[in-house]
């Protein structure tokens, strides 16, 4: 089937360390994008890539790294330079950049101990 | 500052009646707009969108509404009925403004009780 797939579903991580989310989709979308979703705050976009190789920052850039080397694969790093990084993290993509229908992972929950 | 404006972060209904969550927005480039509807722990999926060169577009029960000029849009659901129950996020894009990517609410919680 396809669709879009994010690893893990739940990760706990110490504080001070460096964690990486995986997102992988076989939609042969161009589009690609992190958002984060927090009580209260909706979903805010973290970084997103329309092409290989190219990735522009989001509304809430800091404190993450993201890659994409390949067409199916956008892991998004959690850095400890993020200063409240426990959230929950969906991952997009889409057949074009800007207005085109997204189609969402199911997300990771990330707890920082 | 926000573009897209949720104003109520929740809504509740009773089962039958109609749902009504509105969105406003500020940026008069958005000329796409989308609603998303999703459960707890889950990604969100999409339910209807419409173009800014209609004022309504229906799918089954669920119905959006466009006022351009109030910057206002509109879901409804009728009837409600409690596997309705989730968030809901309107978003909003300007396609011809360059590829930006989707601008989402803060969302609302409806509860549809039985």
């Known amino acids: 089937d396809g669709g879009i797939t994010q690893s893990p579903k739940y990760l706990f991580r110490k504080e001070g360390q460096n964690v990486t989310l995986s997102c992988e989709q076989n939609l042969n979308h161009d589009a690609m994008y992190w958002y984060r979703q927090d009580p209260g705050q909706g979903l805010r976009l973290i970084y997103y890539s329309q092409i290989v190789n190219d990735f522009q920052k989001g509304d809430i850039a800091e404190g993450y790294s993201v890659s994409r080397e390949k067409k199916e694969s956008f892991p998004l790093t959690v850095t400890s330079a993020q200063k409240n990084p426990t959230a929950f993290y969906l991952c997009a993509s889409s057949i074009g950049g800007g207005s085109g229908e997204l189609f969402f992972g199911e997300g990771s929950r990330l707890t920082v101990l | 500052d926000q573009q897209v404006k949720q104003n109520s972060p929740s809504l509740s209904v009773q089962e039958g009646r109609i749902s009504i969550l509105n969105c406003d927005y500020t940026?008069?480039?958005?000329?796409?707009f989308l609603w998303y509807k999703k459960y707890p722990a889950e990604g969100p999926t999409f339910l209807i969108s419409?173009?800014?060169?209609?004022d309504k577009n229906e799918d089954g029960r669920f119905t959006v509404f466009l006022n351009k000029s109030a910057k206002h849009l509109s879901l409804h659901i009728v009837p409600s009925q409690p596997g309705d129950s989730a968030v809901y996020f309107c978003?909003?894009?300007?396609?011809?403004?360059?590829?930006?990517?989707?601008?989402f609410g803060k969302g609302t919680r409806l509860s549809v009780i039985a």
């Open positions: 940026n008069s480039m958005f000329d796409y």
């Open positions: 978003a909003a894009s300007a396609p011809n403004s360059g590829n930006t990517p989707l601008v």
């Open positions: 419409i173009s800014s060169i209609k």
